[in-house]
């Protein structure tokens, strides 16, 4: 788990704490995954990052709106996804505004080229979870297909940010299972 700070100058700062035990564990996960801190270097707290039209996978990492954010992640032992999640307590607006942009995804750029590589960017269903959800599905034109399953909610002033990405997809069931875990675990530590 990793704990990067990113603090607007208007806002009181979150508890730390609390956002932290937000956390998903391997225990509150599905049979089937195990720790992959290693690869927590990917998400670069208070970078900028490109909109999703940009860049879709990066939405997983925009950390880059202000907040203190938490993160970890989690690889499936069955060459299963690599599976993310990212908080950032950064208030209300901005955690609604991130929903929202990934929200209209799919209406605003439902093919994005980055270099060589097309990616299909298709709305999915959405779990009832946080204040406000959203949902894509983010996919490669390669065979196989590399999937990006993206889950984006707001609970209080903080936004929920799941991803996984793999050539083995954790399936619409298996994300909404681990949203569904999440959205708890956030609204008993907030």
């Not at 499936?76 to 999640?85: I, V």
Request: charge should be negative; charged fraction near 20%; include cysteine.
């Amino acid at each position: 788990m990793v704990v990067g700070f990113a603090t607007p100058a208007s806002a009181g700062p979150p508890d730390l704490e609390k956002l932290h035990a937000a956390l998903l564990t391997v225990e509150d996960l599905p049979p089937g995954y195990e720790s992959a801190d290693e690869w927590n270097d990917i998400v670069d707290p208070g970078a900028p990052g490109p909109g999703i039209c940009r860049d879709p996978v990066a939405v997983g990492s925009v950390v880059n709106r202000p907040g203190i954010t938490a993160h970890t992640s989690f690889f499936g032992t069955r060459n299963g996804p690599l599976l993310y999640e990212i908080l950032i307590a950064a208030g209300p607006a901005q955690a609604h505004a991130l929903v929202a942009e990934v929200a209209a995804a799919p209406r605003r750029c439902p093919v994005v080229r980055l270099g060589d590589l097309a990616l299909t960017v298709r709305r999915t269903g959405v779990p009832d979870v946080g204040e406000r959800a959203s949902a894509v599905l983010i996919e490669t034109r390669t065979e196989p297909p590399i999937r990006t399953r993206l889950i984006v909610f707001a609970e209080g002033g903080v936004t929920a940010i799941i991803m996984a990405v793999g050539a083995e997809d954790a399936g619409l069931r298996g994300m909404h299972t681990i949203a569904l875990t999440a959205a708890g675990k956030l609204a008993r530590t907030n």
